[in-house]
């Protein structure tokens, strides 16, 4: 059974940095596209950014010049590098994967809250 377990998630002061992990296990697969959605209280989950096995990005305006999202292909893990956090980053951070080129997204993990204080 695929699992993908984040961590690096807590509260931080607005400014602040904080990098999130996220690591697949229990497939005999590469994932092609990871990346990481986010869900604040009240509104819909949206997506932040993802990463393709080749290197290649995208992102949510918001996110862009403030967090990176990056990759270990060998292990199977992602990661969020978000610095100058803002109060509105606040939400409950959920990664992604999936096995195709474009599309949705198969494989979800259980979520980590990021809090950020004003």
């Known amino acids: 059974q695929v699992q993908l377990v984040e961590s690096g998630g807590g509260l931080v002061q607005a400014g602040g940095s904080l990098r999130l992990s996220c690591a697949a296990s229990?497939?005999?697969?590469?994932?092609?596209?990871m990346g990481w959605f986010r869900q604040a209280p009240g509104k819909e989950r949206e997506f932040v950014a993802y990463i393709t096995t080749r290197g290649g990005t995208n992102y949510i305006d918001a996110a862009k010049g403030r967090f990176t999202v990056s990759r270990d292909n060998a292990k199977n893990t992602v990661y969020l590098q978000m610095n100058s956090l803002k109060p509105e980053d606040t939400a409950v951070y959920y990664c992604?994967?999936?096995?195709?080129?474009?599309?949705?997204?198969?494989?979800w993990g259980q979520g980590t809250q990021v809090t950020v204080s004003s």
């Open positions: 992604t994967g999936d096995r195709r080129i474009a599309g949705g997204w198969a494989y």
């Open positions: 229990g497939s005999d697969f590469t994932f092609y596209r």
